[in-house]
Structures are given as C-alpha cells and as structure tokens.
C-alpha cells in the first residue's frame, strides 16, 4: 500500500544537490533545485545505471555523471537524442518536511 513518508526536511538536501533514500523497490535520488523546488526519481541512468544522485542538478534536470545523458526531474525522460526514462516518485511539502509517496514499508535515508 502506498502512502505518504517523512523522508527528512528541506535543508538536509544541498541546493543543486541530492540525498538518497532506500525503499523496498530500490535506492531513489530526492533532488533540490536553485528554486528549493523538489523531486524524487530512481537513482540509476537508463543508459548504463550511472548513479544519478552523483549527477550535475541544473533547472529541472541531472546530468548523469558516467555518459551526460540529461534527465528530467518532471518526467523522468531523458532529454534531446538519449531514449529511456527512470520512474519518478510523487513528492510534496509541508514547511521544510519532505514527503514521498512511497509503500509504507520505506525505511532510513543514507
């Protein structure tokens, strides 16, 4: 059952930076922008698994560190000639607390 989980606040997030949380279904990267907006999506390039949480944030999009393949925080696509997409993970605010929609059984951020 899905369900709306804590998974810290704001400030633990560096702007332009990531921090990843495990979940039943896998590690996801919960990202920060410029604008203190904030999404969550897998943490592994649809290229070759590069580690997204490590990537460059710009706007609403990381840039994979292994190959620069751009993707995007709305729709999980990757961006101009790249193909594939990464699942992307409800997010919403209350104050500085952070919430995902995750299966209840979400457990600690690393």
């Known amino acids: 059952m899905n369900d709306w ?10 702007r332009r930076g990531a921090r990843c949380v495990m979940t039943p279904q896998g ?25 997204l949480s490590q990537g460059i944030v710009h706007g ?7 190959h620069n393949w751009v993707i995007s925080f709305e729709t999980g696509k990757a961006l101009g000639a790249d193909e594939g997409s990464v699942k992307t993970i409800a997010i919403k605010r209350d104050g500085e ?14």
């Open 5 to 14: 989980i804590e998974i810290g606040a704001l400030n633990d997030i560096p």
């Open 27 to 51: 590690k996801i990267a919960v990202f920060r922008t410029m604008e203190d907006q904030v999404f969550a999506i897998d943490d592994h390039c649809p290229h070759k698994g590069g580690p």
């Open 60 to 66: 609403a999009s990381v840039t994979c560190p292994l």
């Open 97 to 110: 607390r952070i919430f995902a929609l995750l299966e209840r059984t979400a457990v600690a951020a690393e």
